[in-house]
């Protein structure tokens, strides 16, 4: 059964129980004087800053309504007091036991950051913890009131969207849970997607990063591989890159990759803090566009070597990133943290220890078979 079916079924058990006739003649809540609330999102207000734009997506509950979501916005000094301005609007009580995904605009989480409204979502019985959130490039707004032509209603749109998917985009999944840790814990920093209303679909083009609350900067695609590679992640996308053989051919490979692992271990000094990081990625080679034979050890082991070497540079071109701006969503510092005694300094950490951390990756790759190669 596909995840959208699954979503209009618990939708249909829900509207089942709001809806009927109680016993002893007492009629029991009507689904209509319900706001089963499905997106929320936040902006700031263009005019006033100090004030937020708040936008709800509610599923139509009438058989015969001609939109299959109704959008309501509201601007306000504080988000809370926004919703009750919707609930006015709407007169219905807002449910968000049926939240899937909030949207914040990336105006508003570089200028104010978002902890305090994630916190007061998360405080809520009725919001579910895997609750999806994800960064807009403009107003959230826009993309929930966006045309997208062969495409369900909104709400499961972008839920089925920011699910976990095992494809060959990059999609950095963060739930309400695990935002909330990230950014309350002292050795790691967010990250979030990043999307973007493109001719008529919605795309998660990039990773939003973040310092604490506030978003810093911009990952591509491929370099959010790279980064959830070393930040542990048993299953990736497919990569795919030029590589330089010896011949001076720099042929291009494309790896399906079917698991992978990480090993990040420190010295413990902080004086001279040095990190050594072991990747092994182990994949189906889907296409190879060189002159060595794949099916032969020796040949194979040729190409495995370039990808690693290949991977090693990639990984350190994104580490200098991630120190030249101070966040780390890989969490190197827990590695020097777990083996330190006494008060860890988050502000230390960021601002003296990681700038001058000295890396090292180690990527080791195996070809375990062969796809259908060019």
Known sequence: MSRRNIMIIK?????????????????????????????????????????????????????EAEELTQVFTVIDKEPYEAMLEIARKTEKALDFSQLRVILFSEDLVREKGILGIMERLYRDPNIGANVYIGVTKGPPEEVIKGDYKDKPQIILYLHDLMEPHLEAT????????????????????????????????????????????????????????????????????????????????????????????SKIKSNGDLENPMVNIRLKLDGMAMSYTGEQNL??????????????????????????????????????????????????????????????VTFEVEATIEITSTGILE
Not at 13 to 33: H, K, P, R, V
Request: glycine share 6%.
């Open 11 to 63: 939708y249909l058990i829900l509207l089942s129980l709001l809806s009927g006739c109680g016993t002893d003649g007492i009629q029991q809540a009507s689904i209509e004087n319900y706001g089963l609330v499905g997106i929320v999102g936040y902006d700031l207000e263009t005019s006033d800053n100090n004030q937020y734009k708040v936008t709800v997506a509610l599923p139509q509950s009438h058989p």
């Open 170 to 261: 990059f999609r950095p999944f963060t739930t309400i849970h695990d935002f909330i840790y990230e950014a309350t814990d002292r050795t790691s920093d967010p990250k979030v997607p990043y999307l973007e209303k493109i001719e008529g679909t919605i795309d998660i083009s990039h990773v939003a990063l973040f310092e604490n609350d506030k978003m810093v900067d911009l990952l591509k695609p491929d370099e959010g591989k790279y980064m959830q590679a070393m930040a542990r992640a048993k299953r990736l996308p497919s990569i795919g890159f030029n590589i330089q053989e010896k011949s001076g051919d720099e042929p291009y490979v494309a790896l399906d990759l079917i698991n992978s692992r």
């Open 295 to 356: 099916e032969e050890a020796n040949s194979r082991k040729i190409v495995e070597d370039a990808i690693g070497k290949r991977v090693e540079e990639e990984c350190l071109k994104l580490i200098k990133k991630l120190q030249e701006l101070k966040v780390d969503p890989v969490r190197f510092s827990e590695s020097f943290r777990s083996r330190v005694s006494g008060d860890w300094s988050e502000d230390e950490w960021r601002n003296v220890i990681y700038p001058k």
